[in-house]
């Protein structure tokens, strides 16, 4: 019974590595968002998606940040030859409606370091 | 542009004892304000929303807040704190008007006290 989840939980890449991060969201949720939490910080807006449209692309820091959502369930942050300062947590949610006022489901996250 | 305060980096209180948790907000228009709760190694968990209505919001696990207009604030309350409320707790705020993208505060430690 399905929460959101996400894969993985903790990844260690070395700068300049490519990494990608997975998120499955609620079955049927329509809205789903990427966060960035770094540490002592609440989350920090990445990028939504409506289904498989994504909507906003404000939050991404960089063009090395791409997130996909192919077909309106599973999503996936890539994150181009990483920096040092992408070190975070990453957080995925999901929520039922569209531009909603329902809460929002996390995931666990995925904590990423680069060395 | 819409932002979120919570001033408190952490929070101490013994059980047994009242809880509150402080937020206050800024948006252009009316808002949407929202509480999380993230336990270690755990995503954020929703605990309650006011959106309209009734001042005092009632949610999970006995919390509650009040939404006050002229103080623009939005405290998170429980009358009894319990050691199983120690986490990380989070104010939110989305402006009705604006944009569907949620801000979030920086987070406020609790700590309950056997």
């Known amino acids: 019974g399905a929460g959101v989840s996400q894969s993985p939980r903790y990844k260690v890449a070395k700068r300049g590595q490519d990494v990608a991060l997975r998120c499955d969201p609620i079955?049927?949720?329509?809205?789903l968002f990427w966060y960035q939490q770094a540490l002592g910080q609440g989350p920090e807006f990445l990028t939504y998606?409506?289904?498989?449209?994504?909507?906003?692309k404000s939050g991404l820091p960089s063009d090395r940040f791409f997130a996909e959502r192919p077909e309106g369930s599973v999503s996936t942050l890539k994150i181009q030859r990483t920096q040092q300062e992408d070190s975070a947590v990453y957080l995925c949610?999901?929520?039922?409606?569209?531009?909603?006022?329902?809460?929002?489901?996390f995931g666990p996250g995925t904590r990423l370091t680069v060395l | 542009a819409q932002s979120v305060a919570q001033p408190e980096d952490q929070v101490n209180v013994a059980e047994g004892n009242p809880l509150t948790v402080k937020c206050t907000y800024s948006?252009?228009?009316?808002?949407?304000l929202f509480w999380y709760v993230q336990y270690p190694n755990r995503g954020l968990q929703f605990l309650l929303k006011?959106?309209?209505?009734?001042?005092l919001v009632k949610g999970s696990y006995g919390f509650e807040a009040e939404f006050n207009k002229s103080q623009t604030s939005f405290h998170l309350k429980k009358p009894s704190a319990l050691v199983s409320d120690s986490a990380l707790y989070f104010c939110?705020?989305?402006?009705?008007?604006?944009?569907?993208?949620?801000?979030f505060g920086r987070g406020t430690s609790l700590i309950v006290h056997p």
């Open positions: 949610a999901s929520s039922l409606a569209s531009g909603s006022l329902d809460e929002q489901f």
């Open positions: 079955s049927g949720h329509v809205s």
């Open positions: 998606f409506q289904n498989e449209a994504q909507l906003d």
């Open positions: 948006v252009s228009g009316n808002p949407y």
């Open positions: 006011y959106i309209t209505g009734d001042n």
């Open positions: 939110a705020v989305r402006d009705r008007g604006g944009s569907y993208i949620p801000t």
